[in-house]
C-alpha cells in the first residue's frame, strides 16, 4: 500500500523559505492515476489547499499563495517537494503531503502531516 | 475561486441521530465533490468522493447526495465513533477548495 511521509525543518525564521518533500513509498509516483498536492491546516483552523503536480505535468496553485509557491516533482527518488518564500507567522500549520485520485479529484492518501512553526 | 460554504459549523447530537450537513458551491461544481472525517491530530480522512460514491471500507451510515451547488453527507446513525469534524472539498479546472469544517459534537 502506498505510503506518503513530509520530511523538513520544523522551524522556519520569517522571510525565509519553508522546505518540505514528500516521500512516496510502496507505489510509483510515475502513475497517470494520481496528482500529488500539500495542504495545510494552520492550529485550530480548516484545511486549505496549496497546490498540486501531475508526474509529469505544470504544477496548479492556490491563486491566494501562488506567488510564493512552488512545488516540483523528483520521479527518481520517488519524491515531491513544497518550497512557500517570505514566510510569516501566518504560515505556521501543519503541513500535509497528499495523493489526489485523477479519476475523482479526490484525496485518497494523506501524509501524517509536519507542523511547521515560523518563528524568530 | 470558487467559494464552499458548509452549515453548520457546530452540531451537537446524541448517539443514534439521523445528522445532515450541508456544503453549498459558489457556482457549479457538477459532483466534484468529497467529504472528509477528521479527528484531532491526525489527517483526515476520505469518505465519499463524487458526491455520492462511499469510499472502500467506510461504514454504509455514511451517504452523500447533491449536484450542481449544493451537496450534504448524511450520517444514518451516529455512532460514538463519528464524533469529528467533517470537511467538504471541491475540484474545478485543477483547483481545489474546502469548507470550513463541520464538528460535530457530543449532545
Known amino acids: 500500500q502506498m505510503q506518503l511521509q513530509e520530511s523538513g525543518p520544523g522551524l522556519v525564521k520569517p522571510s525565509e523559505t519553508l522546505s518540505l518533500t514528500c516521500i512516496v513509498s510502496?507505489?510509483?509516483?510515475?502513475?497517470?492515476?494520481?496528482?500529488w498536492g500539500w495542504i495545510r491546516q494552520p492550529p485550530g483552523k480548516g484545511l486549505e489547499w496549496i497546490g498540486s503536480i501531475f508526474y509529469s505535468g505544470r504544477p496548479y496553485y492556490n491563486p491566494s499563495l501562488k506567488s510564493r509557491v512552488t512545488i516540483s516533482v523528483d520521479t527518481s527518488k520517488n519524491q515531491f517537494s513544497l518550497n512557500l518564500s517570505s514566510v510569516t507567522a501566518a504560515d505556521t500549520a501543519v503541513y500535509y503531503c497528499?495523493?489526489?485520485?485523477?479519476?475523482?479529484?479526490?484525496?485518497?492518501?494523506w501524509g501524517q502531516g509536519t507542523l511547521v512553526t515560523v518563528s524568530s | 475561486d470558487i467559494q464552499m460554504t458548509q452549515s453548520p459549523s457546530t452540531l451537537s447530537a446524541s448517539v443514534g441521530d439521523r445528522v445532515t450537513i450541508t456544503c453549498r458551491a459558489s457556482q457549479s461544481i457538477s459532483n466534484w465533490l468529497a467529504w472528509y472525517q477528521q479527528k484531532p491530530g491526525k489527517a483526515p480522512k476520505l469518505l465519499i468522493y463524487?458526491?455520492?460514491y462511499l469510499e472502500s471500507g467506510v461504514p454504509s451510515r455514511f451517504s452523500g447526495s447533491g449536484s450542481g451547488t449544493e451537496f450534504t453527507l448524511t450520517i444514518s446513525s451516529l455512532q460514538p465513533d463519528d464524533f469529528a469534524t467533517y470537511y467538504c472539498q471541491q475540484y474545478n479546472s485543477y483547483s481545489w477548495t474546502f469548507g470550513q469544517g463541520t464538528k460535530v459534537e457530543i449532545k
Open positions: 463524487k458526491a455520492s
Open positions: 497528499a495523493r489526489h485520485l485523477t479519476a475523482a479529484a479526490a484525496i485518497d492518501s
Open positions: 510502496g507505489g510509483s509516483i510515475r502513475s497517470s492515476s494520481y496528482y
